[in-house]
Antibody
Framework: QVQLQQWGAGLLKPSETLSLTCAVNGGSFSGHYWTWIRQPPGKGLEWIGE????????????NYNPSLKSRVTISMDTSNNQFSLRLSSVTAADTAVYYC???????????WGQGTLVTVS | DIQMTQSPSTLSASVGDRVTITCRAS??????LAWYQQKPGKAPNLLIY???SLESGVPSRFSGSGSGTEFTLTINSLQPDDFATYYC?????????FGQGTKVEIK
Protein backbone atom coordinates (compact mmCIF):
# COMPACT_ATOMS: atom_id res chain seq x y z
CA GLN A 1 0.00 0.00 0.00
CA VAL A 2 1.55 3.26 -1.12
CA GLN A 3 1.92 5.91 1.57
CA LEU A 4 2.92 9.53 1.06
CA GLN A 5 4.71 11.38 3.84
CA GLN A 6 5.29 15.09 3.41
CA TRP A 7 7.22 17.73 5.32
CA GLY A 8 8.41 21.32 5.07
CA ALA A 9 8.34 24.72 6.72
CA GLY A 10 4.93 25.79 8.00
CA LEU A 11 5.48 29.50 8.55
CA LEU A 12 6.91 31.84 5.94
CA LYS A 13 7.28 35.57 5.52
CA PRO A 14 6.08 37.34 2.37
CA SER A 15 8.55 37.06 -0.54
CA GLU A 16 10.14 33.86 0.82
CA THR A 17 10.13 30.54 -1.00
CA LEU A 18 7.87 27.69 0.04
CA SER A 19 9.59 24.31 -0.02
CA LEU A 20 7.87 20.98 0.61
CA THR A 21 9.01 17.40 0.06
CA CYS A 22 6.98 14.22 -0.24
CA ALA A 23 8.35 10.71 0.24
CA VAL A 24 6.71 7.78 -1.52
CA ASN A 25 6.79 4.62 0.56
CA GLY A 26 5.68 1.13 -0.38
CA GLY A 27 5.12 1.48 -4.09
CA SER A 28 6.68 2.18 -7.44
CA PHE A 29 7.79 5.70 -8.20
CA SER A 30 7.78 5.22 -11.96
CA GLY A 31 4.68 5.25 -14.13
CA HIS A 32 2.66 7.65 -11.99
CA TYR A 33 1.94 11.36 -11.87
CA TRP A 34 3.18 12.96 -8.65
CA THR A 35 0.99 15.90 -7.86
CA TRP A 36 0.72 18.92 -5.59
CA ILE A 37 -2.65 20.39 -4.62
CA ARG A 38 -3.49 23.13 -2.17
CA GLN A 39 -6.53 24.21 -0.17
CA PRO A 40 -6.81 27.66 1.43
CA PRO A 41 -8.48 27.57 4.86
CA GLY A 42 -12.22 27.01 4.46
CA LYS A 43 -12.01 26.95 0.67
CA GLY A 44 -11.82 24.47 -2.20
CA LEU A 45 -9.03 22.55 -3.87
CA GLU A 46 -6.55 23.96 -6.38
CA TRP A 47 -4.26 21.83 -8.53
CA ILE A 48 -0.72 23.24 -8.51
CA GLY A 49 1.10 20.89 -10.84
CA GLU A 50 2.56 17.44 -11.32
CA UNK A 51 5.57 15.52 -12.50
CA UNK A 52 5.66 12.20 -14.34
CA UNK A 53 8.53 9.76 -14.13
CA UNK A 54 8.59 7.09 -16.84
CA UNK A 55 11.27 5.03 -15.13
CA UNK A 56 13.41 4.86 -18.26
CA UNK A 57 15.68 7.83 -17.74
CA UNK A 58 16.09 10.07 -14.76
CA UNK A 59 14.14 13.00 -16.16
CA UNK A 60 10.54 13.83 -15.43
CA UNK A 61 7.98 15.74 -17.41
CA UNK A 62 6.12 18.51 -15.59
CA ASN A 63 2.87 20.36 -16.00
CA TYR A 64 1.88 23.39 -13.95
CA ASN A 65 -1.22 25.44 -13.31
CA PRO A 66 -0.82 28.54 -15.51
CA SER A 67 -1.95 30.71 -12.61
CA LEU A 68 1.16 29.66 -10.65
CA LYS A 69 3.55 28.60 -13.40
CA SER A 70 5.92 31.54 -13.10
CA ARG A 71 6.58 30.74 -9.42
CA VAL A 72 6.38 26.93 -9.24
CA THR A 73 8.97 24.21 -9.63
CA ILE A 74 8.24 20.53 -9.07
CA SER A 75 11.21 18.20 -9.04
CA MET A 76 11.96 14.61 -8.11
CA ASP A 77 14.69 12.52 -6.51
CA THR A 78 14.22 9.07 -7.97
CA SER A 79 16.99 7.53 -5.90
CA ASN A 80 15.05 8.33 -2.73
CA ASN A 81 11.51 8.09 -4.16
CA GLN A 82 10.77 11.70 -3.29
CA PHE A 83 9.35 14.68 -5.07
CA SER A 84 9.35 18.33 -4.08
CA LEU A 85 7.50 21.60 -4.51
CA ARG A 86 9.01 25.04 -4.54
CA LEU A 87 6.83 28.16 -4.76
CA SER A 88 8.68 31.44 -4.86
CA SER A 89 7.71 34.94 -3.77
CA VAL A 90 4.89 33.81 -1.52
CA THR A 91 2.19 36.16 -0.28
CA ALA A 92 -0.69 35.80 2.17
CA ALA A 93 -2.76 34.44 -0.72
CA ASP A 94 -0.53 31.35 -0.73
CA THR A 95 -1.61 30.42 2.80
CA ALA A 96 -3.13 26.97 2.47
CA VAL A 97 -2.89 23.31 3.32
CA TYR A 98 -0.61 21.78 0.71
CA TYR A 99 -1.09 18.13 -0.25
CA CYS A 100 1.18 15.84 -2.18
CA UNK A 101 -0.62 13.10 -4.07
CA UNK A 102 -0.38 10.37 -6.67
CA UNK A 103 -2.49 10.34 -9.83
CA UNK A 104 -2.85 7.43 -12.21
CA UNK A 105 -3.19 7.81 -15.96
CA UNK A 106 -6.82 6.71 -15.93
CA UNK A 107 -7.77 6.92 -12.29
CA UNK A 108 -8.10 10.09 -10.31
CA UNK A 109 -5.89 11.10 -7.42
CA UNK A 110 -5.89 7.93 -5.38
CA UNK A 111 -3.22 8.54 -2.75
CA TRP A 112 -2.74 11.67 -0.70
CA GLY A 113 -0.23 12.88 1.83
CA GLN A 114 -1.36 14.07 5.21
CA GLY A 115 -1.22 17.74 4.24
CA THR A 116 0.96 20.58 5.50
CA LEU A 117 -0.46 23.89 6.59
CA VAL A 118 1.71 26.69 5.25
CA THR A 119 1.02 30.13 6.65
CA VAL A 120 2.46 33.28 5.09
CA SER A 121 2.55 36.13 7.55
CA ASP B 1 -9.36 26.50 -18.20
CA ILE B 2 -12.36 24.21 -17.88
CA GLN B 3 -14.71 25.40 -15.15
CA MET B 4 -16.43 22.83 -12.95
CA THR B 5 -19.69 23.87 -11.26
CA GLN B 6 -21.30 21.77 -8.57
CA SER B 7 -24.85 21.98 -7.30
CA PRO B 8 -26.08 22.35 -4.72
CA SER B 9 -23.39 24.00 -2.59
CA THR B 10 -25.01 22.64 0.56
CA LEU B 11 -27.39 19.76 0.97
CA SER B 12 -29.31 18.77 4.11
CA ALA B 13 -30.29 15.14 4.31
CA SER B 14 -31.17 12.39 6.75
CA VAL B 15 -29.66 8.98 7.32
CA GLY B 16 -31.17 6.60 4.79
CA ASP B 17 -31.87 9.28 2.17
CA ARG B 18 -30.80 9.02 -1.46
CA VAL B 19 -28.61 11.99 -2.32
CA THR B 20 -27.60 13.31 -5.74
CA ILE B 21 -24.91 15.89 -6.44
CA THR B 22 -24.45 17.40 -9.90
CA CYS B 23 -21.24 18.58 -11.54
CA ARG B 24 -21.23 20.50 -14.81
CA ALA B 25 -18.19 21.20 -16.96
CA SER B 26 -17.85 24.35 -19.07
CA UNK B 27 -16.93 22.17 -22.05
CA UNK B 28 -16.99 18.48 -22.84
CA UNK B 29 -14.58 16.40 -20.77
CA UNK B 30 -15.74 13.06 -22.15
CA UNK B 31 -15.70 10.81 -19.07
CA UNK B 32 -12.58 12.17 -17.42
CA LEU B 33 -14.13 13.01 -14.10
CA ALA B 34 -13.40 12.00 -10.52
CA TRP B 35 -15.34 12.44 -7.29
CA TYR B 36 -13.77 12.88 -3.85
CA GLN B 37 -15.05 12.94 -0.28
CA GLN B 38 -13.34 15.18 2.25
CA LYS B 39 -13.89 15.32 5.99
CA PRO B 40 -12.69 18.23 8.17
CA GLY B 41 -8.95 18.22 8.75
CA LYS B 42 -8.39 15.28 6.39
CA ALA B 43 -7.13 14.81 2.86
CA PRO B 44 -9.73 14.08 0.19
CA ASN B 45 -10.53 10.46 -0.55
CA LEU B 46 -11.15 9.19 -4.09
CA LEU B 47 -14.62 7.69 -4.55
CA ILE B 48 -15.21 7.51 -8.30
CA TYR B 49 -12.93 7.83 -11.33
CA UNK B 50 -13.61 7.87 -15.06
CA UNK B 51 -17.09 9.20 -14.21
CA UNK B 52 -18.55 5.88 -13.08
CA SER B 53 -15.78 3.53 -11.89
CA LEU B 54 -15.87 2.81 -8.17
CA GLU B 55 -12.50 3.07 -6.45
CA SER B 56 -11.43 -0.08 -4.64
CA GLY B 57 -12.67 -0.17 -1.06
CA VAL B 58 -15.39 2.44 -1.55
CA PRO B 59 -18.88 1.27 -0.48
CA SER B 60 -21.23 0.34 -3.30
CA ARG B 61 -23.83 2.88 -2.14
CA PHE B 62 -21.69 5.44 -4.00
CA SER B 63 -22.17 5.62 -7.75
CA GLY B 64 -21.31 8.03 -10.53
CA SER B 65 -22.75 8.67 -13.95
CA GLY B 66 -22.59 11.07 -16.87
CA SER B 67 -20.41 12.07 -19.76
CA GLY B 68 -19.65 15.17 -21.77
CA THR B 69 -20.55 18.10 -19.57
CA GLU B 70 -22.98 16.77 -16.97
CA PHE B 71 -22.20 14.31 -14.22
CA THR B 72 -23.83 13.08 -11.04
CA LEU B 73 -22.70 11.47 -7.82
CA THR B 74 -25.39 9.45 -6.07
CA ILE B 75 -25.26 8.14 -2.52
CA ASN B 76 -27.90 5.49 -1.89
CA SER B 77 -29.04 5.16 1.72
CA LEU B 78 -26.94 7.90 3.29
CA GLN B 79 -24.93 6.71 6.29
CA PRO B 80 -23.64 8.75 9.29
CA ASP B 81 -20.10 8.44 7.92
CA ASP B 82 -21.15 10.11 4.64
CA PHE B 83 -21.68 13.58 6.08
CA ALA B 84 -18.78 15.40 4.46
CA THR B 85 -17.86 17.69 1.57
CA TYR B 86 -17.76 16.26 -1.94
CA TYR B 87 -15.70 17.56 -4.86
CA CYS B 88 -15.67 16.75 -8.54
CA UNK B 89 -12.49 17.14 -10.60
CA UNK B 90 -11.83 16.82 -14.31
CA UNK B 91 -8.65 15.41 -15.82
CA UNK B 92 -9.39 15.96 -19.49
CA UNK B 93 -6.85 18.68 -20.24
CA UNK B 94 -4.42 20.77 -18.23
CA UNK B 95 -4.95 22.43 -15.87
CA UNK B 96 -7.03 20.04 -13.83
CA UNK B 97 -9.76 21.91 -11.94
CA PHE B 98 -12.14 21.07 -9.13
CA GLY B 99 -15.72 21.98 -8.45
CA GLN B 100 -16.31 24.31 -5.50
CA GLY B 101 -17.60 21.50 -3.32
CA THR B 102 -20.94 20.28 -1.97
CA LYS B 103 -21.34 20.00 1.79
CA VAL B 104 -23.72 17.24 2.87
CA GLU B 105 -25.14 18.13 6.27
CA ILE B 106 -27.37 16.34 8.73
CA LYS B 107 -30.99 17.44 8.46
Amino acid sequence: QVQLQQWGAGLLKPSETLSLTCAVNGGSFSGHYWTWIRQPPGKGLEWIGEIFYNGIDHSGSTNYNPSLKSRVTISMDTSNNQFSLRLSSVTAADTAVYYCARRGLITGISRWGQGTLVTVS
Amino acid sequence: DIQMTQSPSTLSASVGDRVTITCRASQSISGWLAWYQQKPGKAPNLLIYKASSLESGVPSRFSGSGSGTEFTLTINSLQPDDFATYYCQHYYSYPWTFGQGTKVEIK
